[in-house]
């Protein structure tokens, strides 16, 4: 059975940082895609980044690059989404998700996803 775990997440000033945590089972994770997605009230998923499995190699949305860092640790199959310099719009639950192989940005394309969890960003 896959399980997408995720952690962290919470209340923060504007301009602060927060990091998510993703603990994976049940998967190849190293031929895994991971992604961070997020959803605002009222407003549709959307892509924030993914991570390849083969080498680590990364793409972000352009609201959020520079800013955020998608990271792994294979070894705790585990995915990471370090958040910096967040602002008020960033306020959305934060998602996790898998899919093989290929990276994508559509949350259409994801097959397995985490429970999701809440991100408050004050100003």
């Known amino acids: 059975q896959v399980q997408l775990v995720q952690s962290g997440g919470g209340l923060v000033q504007a301009g602060g940082s927060l990091r998510l945590s993703c603990a994976v089972s049940g998967l190849s994770f190293s031929v895994y895609v991971m992604a961070w997605f997020r959803q605002a009230p009222g407003k549709e998923r959307e892509f924030v980044g993914h991570?390849?499995?083969?080498?680590?190699?990364?793409e972000y949305a352009d609201s959020v690059k520079g800013r955020f860092t998608i990271s792994r640790d294979k070894s705790e199959s585990t995915v990471y989404l370090q958040m910096n310099s967040l602002k008020p719009e960033d306020t959305a639950v934060y998602y996790c998700?898998?899919?093989?192989?290929?990276?994508?940005?559509?949350?259409?394309?994801?097959?397995?996803w985490g429970q999701g969890t809440q991100v408050t960003v004050s100003s």
């Open positions: 991570i390849s499995g083969n080498y680590d190699s990364t």
């Open positions: 998700a898998a899919r093989p192989l290929i990276p994508r940005i559509g949350a259409r394309e994801y097959n397995f």
